[in-house]
C-alpha cells in the first residue's frame, strides 16, 4: 500500500479552536520571516526591507483549500520515495503513532530522506533512462530525523528523495475481540489504500501533520486536476461555492 489522502474529517482535528491557531500560525510574519531566513538567507531584519527582490518574496496562498490543511496518515499507510515539485515543504507535527512503549511492530510514520540525491540520480539517468526512478538508498544513505509533536520542519523535496515509512497501529485484545486503543499526517500524498478495518476508529493514533504553502508568486490558486487530486473537489464544487 502506498498512502492516504491529505484531508481529515475526524472532529478531533476540525474543531474550531485548533484550526483557528493554524491560521494565526499561517498568517504570522514570523514564520515567513523564518522561511525567507531558511531557504533564501535572508536576515530576519532584512525580510520586509524594500531592497528584497520580487523573487526572493514568499506569499501565502490564495487557494481556499490549498493554503493550510491536515496531511495525515492511518494504520498501514506509508508515502513511497519521491522528489517533491515544489520548491520547498513546511510541515507542522500535530500527532505520531504511538509506538507502545517501543513495541518492534508499533508506530512508524518515519520521515525519511536521502540528503542531496536529485544530481546523482540525474547523473545516473544520463548513463540509464530506468535508473531515476529504479535506484533507491541504500540504508547508509537514509536520515530519519528526531521529530516530535511541535516540530516544525522545513524541507526541500526537489532536492532530496524522500519517504514515509509505514505506519502501523496497535491494536489491544479482549475477550478474543479484536479491540481499539482509545489513548492518543509533504507536500502532498500521492495514492490512497485499503484501511485495516480492525483500525478504523483508532484515529488518534494516526499520524498527523499541518501543512503550511507559500508561493512566489501572489494569489497563486491550485489547478484543476491538483484540487481533484488530493482535495477531492470538482470545478462545479468551486462553481456552486
Known amino acids: 500500500s502506498e498512502s492516504k489522502g491529505d484531508y481529515d474529517d475526524n472532529d478531533d482535528v476540525k474543531n474550531e479552536s485548533s484550526s483557528s491557531a493554524l491560521i494565526d500560525i499561517y498568517h504570522w510574519e514570523g514564520l515567513r520571516t523564518l522561511l525567507l531566513h531558511a531557504f533564501f538567507d535572508i536576515p530576519a531584519e532584512e525580510s520586509n526591507n524594500n531592497n528584497?527582490?520580487?523573487?526572493?518574496?514568499?506569499?501565502?496562498?490564495?487557494?481556499?483549500?490549498?493554503?493550510?490543511?491536515?496531511n495525515f496518515f492511518e494504520d498501514g499507510d506509508q508515502l513511497g520515495w519521491h522528489f517533491d515539485r515544489s520548491e520547498?515543504?513546511?510541515?507542522?507535527?500535530?500527532?505520531?503513532p504511538d509506538n507502545n512503549n517501543g513495541a518492534?511492530?508499533?508506530?512508524?510514520?518515519?520521515f525519511m530522506y536521502w540528503p542531496n540525491s536529485r544530481q546523482y540520480l540525474e547523473q545516473q539517468q544520463q548513463d540509464d533512462d530506468e535508473a531515476f526512478f529504479l535506484t533507491l538508498p541504500n540504508e547508509t544513505d537514509i536520515s530519519i530525523p528526531s521529530l516530535q509533536?511541535?516540530?516544525?520542519?522545513?524541507?526541500?523535496?526537489?532536492?532530496?528523495?524522500?519517504?514515509?515509512s509505514r505506519v502501523n497501529l496497535c491494536h489491544n485484545h479482549n475477550n478474543n475481540n479484536q479491540k481499539i486503543d482509545e489513548d492518543d499526517n509533504d507536500a502532498a500524498v500521492h495514492s490512497t489504500t485499503t484501511r485495516d478495518t480492525t483500525a478504523a476508529g483508532n484515529e488518534n493514533?494516526?499520524?498527523?501533520?499541518?501543512?503550511?504553502?507559500?508561493?512566489?508568486?501572489?494569489?497563486?490558486?491550485?489547478?484543476?486536476?491538483?484540487?481533484?487530486?488530493?482535495?477531492?473537489?470538482?470545478?462545479d464544487d468551486e462553481e456552486k461555492d
Open 104 to 110: 518492534s511492530d508499533c508506530g512508524g510514520g518515519e
Open 205 to 235: 493514533q494516526s499520524r498527523l501533520n499541518a501543512i503550511f504553502t507559500f508561493n512566489r508568486e501572489p494569489n497563486h490558486k491550485l489547478n484543476a486536476y491538483t484540487l481533484k487530486k488530493f482535495f477531492g473537489v470538482l470545478e
Open 52 to 70: 528584497v527582490t520580487q523573487q526572493e518574496q514568499l506569499y501565502i496562498s490564495g487557494d481556499e483549500y490549498g493554503g493550510v490543511y491536515y
Open 149 to 164: 509533536v511541535g516540530s516544525l520542519y522545513l524541507f526541500e523535496g526537489r532536492r532530496s528523495l524522500h519517504a514515509v
Open 88 to 96: 520547498f515543504s513546511t510541515s507542522l507535527i500535530l500527532r505520531l
